[in-house]
């Protein structure tokens, strides 16, 4: 007998721990490209995307067509065992899209947090330092590393050290909360006088837009600034590009807006399309310290996913991912523009492309965050039938990741939802 959201959840309680949390207590039976549909067959348009996963939609045909290809041939010799073509051909792919002018090479793996882990330990063998600086408000993954780069404590790191040694975190330059680009440099400034000498830092690592921070995005200004103080000091430039890689922005990676060129790059989330695969690239230079058996791992570079990856770059050029990026960031952007003159709560409306967020506050005052609120519009949202993600240092952030292959029939329909649970859930507040 097939089981109820509700039977599913009783069952999940016991057997899950809560740690693992969930945005809505709803089990997905099936999906398609922006829709998903749940056991009890409710519709849901999905305006999350898996966290950023599916820049391609659920269950596209070439990527699936892609992997039950690459089932038919094998699924897992270890590359590290019998290597394979296919993680070569991804390779020399990811190592050309990168904006890094140098010749580069790619490691894959399975996590984001890997990715992010793998580029401190070649930061720190190719430099031979060890010190790294990241942004309060970033989010780097879940394991001991990357929660120590993670600048943001609840519900992350709150009970978890000691962490690894030799993390320093500096402001986010995020001009809504305050923070201009003068005062972020002056505080790294500050980190190299009172904490830690430029020469013992192997690598800052980057957001350019900030995924879990509240899609807060560094000015071009900043990046270029910061470009020049890493080659100042011979510091490996970092950019995670974990979530906002592979077209969310407008670019291919969100960096590419500054012109600025890092010397590593971390990606994972939508490089295949919905299965786990994650990758650092960057310059051959600093790859070259690394001995053999230095890098890798199990599981690392799964044929499958490199098959579904090879799909989704071919989907990039194939679908014009750039611009349908742009068209669909435009579409959303000017109807938050239009709820933000009816609704007070909306404090900032921001974004690159299809990486857009709206920012809840008290009668449009950027010092009041509007965390409540935005937790009701999430729930009452799902309820009507719209997947919504919260995030933000201060947790009153909504985040579009909407599937660039989405219908734009599909996105408005997402967005008068959207409006409709706004109006109901500032309302109902108004009058308790």
């Known amino acids: 007998m097939k089981q109820t959201n509700q039977q599913w959840q009783s069952r999940r309680e016991q057997a899950v721990p809560q740690g693992v949390g969930n945005a809505l207590p709803v089990y997905i039976e099936k999906a398609k490209n922006a829709e998903i549909w749940d056991v009890e067959g409710k519709r849901y348009i999905d305006f999350a995307s898996g966290i950023a996963v599916l ?16 089932l038919e041939k094998f699924t897992h010799p270890c590359f590290q065992v019998t290597p394979y073509g296919n993680y070569i051909e991804l390779a020399e792919r990811l190592n050309t899209l990168v904006p890094i002018s140098e010749p580069c090479q790619t490691l894959f793996l399975t996590t984001g947090a890997e990715a992010v882990e793998n580029a401190i330990k070649v930061a720190r063998i190719a430099t031979g330092r060890s010190a790294i600086i990241a942004f309060r408000g970033a989010f780097h993954g879940r394991t001991l590393l990357g929660m120590a780069l993670t600048g943001k404590v609840q519900p992350y790191k709150k009970g978890y050290g000691p962490f690894p040694a030799g993390i320093y975190h500096a402001p986010y330059p995020a001009a809504y909360l305050g923070v201009s680009d003068t005062q972020a440099l002056a505080s790294l400034a500050g980190i190299f006088a009172a904490d830690v000498s430029p020469d013992e830092v192997a690598a800052i690592i980057i957001e350019p837009v900030q995924g879990e921070g509240g899609f807060y995005a560094a000015s071009l200004s900043f990046m270029k600034q910061l470009r020049a103080l890493c080659d100042k000091h011979g510091i490996v430039l970092i950019a995670d590009e974990i979530q906002s890689g592979f077209c969310r922005t407008g670019k291919t990676f969100a960096i590419e807006h500054s012109e600025v060129e890092p ?16 990758a650092l690239v960057g310059k051959k230079s600093l790859f070259d310290k690394a001995m053999p058996g230095g ?22 050029e194939k679908e014009n991912l750039n ?17 933000a003159e009816q609704f007070d709560c909306i404090g900032d409306v ?3 492309g299809a990486m857009i967020a709206m920012e809840l506050v008290e009668e449009r005052d950027s010092h009041r965050p509007n965390k409540e609120l935005t937790q009701e519009l999430v729930k009452e949202a799902g309820k009507k039938g719209l997947v919504l993600l919260s995030c933000g240092v201060r947790a009153n952030v909504i985040r579009f ?29 108004l009058t308790k």
Do not use: W
Request: proline share 4%; with cysteine; hydrophobic share 45%.
């Open 55 to 70: 820049n391609t939609g659920h269950n596209h045909p070439a990527v699936i067509d892609a992997v039950r290809q690459q």
């Open 263 to 278: 010397d590593l790059v971390t990606m994972a989330k939508s490089l295949a399309g919905g299965f786990p695969l994650s």
């Open 295 to 316: 890098l890798g791992g199990t599981y690392a570079g799964s044929p499958v996913a490199i098959a579904a990856a090879l799909a989704v770059t071919d989907i990039i």
């Open 323 to 339: 611009a349908r990026a742009q068209e669909i960031g435009e579409q959303i952007t000017r109807r938050l523009h239009e709820m």
């Open 350 to 352: 921001r974004g690159y």
């Open 401 to 429: 990741l909407v599937p660039l292959t989405a219908e734009k029939e599909i996105v408005n329909e997402g967005l008068n939802i959207l409006s409709s649970c706004l109006e109901l859930v500032q309302n109902t507040r």
